[in-house]
């Protein structure tokens, strides 16, 4: 079973960047496709962005296209979310996910996520 820690999330303000981590152990990490989730106060989970084991492939919600990008970096058993242009709608407590399924190259946020981890809060207010 995968662990995921999430780390990086704190108080900005508006406008400006913030990087999240998510380190994973205990599976190989690299054949597993990787999402980020967020919840607001008072609101439901939803759907960031997700990436391919590989990286080739990226999904992201239309509310943070063009403003957060995805990465990984398998060597070291991480999973990046940069955040610029932070709005203080995107204040929430983020979470990695990590998917069931080996290998897959199609991404949507309804993928079977068997892993989770216990989220970073990020406030965005001035």
């Known amino acids: 079973q995968v662990q995921l820690v999430e780390s990086g999330g704190g108080l900005v303000q508006p406008g400006d960047s913030l990087r999240l981590s998510c380190a994973a152990s205990?599976?190989?990490?690299?054949?597993?496709?990787m999402g980020w989730f967020r919840q607001a106060p008072g609101k439901g989970r939803e759907f960031v962005a997700a990436?391919?084991?590989?990286?080739?492939?990226?999904y992201y919600d239309d509310s943070v296209k063009g403003r957060f990008t995805i990465s990984r970096d398998n060597a070291k058993n991480m999973l990046y979310l940069q955040m610029n242009s932070l709005k203080p709608e995107d204040t929430a407590v983020y979470y990695c996910?990590?998917?069931?399924?080996?290998?897959?190259?199609?991404?949507?946020?309804?993928?079977?996520?068997?892993?989770w981890g216990q989220g970073t809060l990020v406030t965005v207010s001035s």
């Open positions: 990436i391919s084991g590989s990286g080739r492939n990226k």
């Open positions: 996910a990590a998917d069931s399924v080996p290998y897959r190259d199609i991404l949507t946020p309804s993928i079977p996520w068997d892993a």
């Open positions: 205990g599976r190989t990490f690299s054949p597993y496709a």
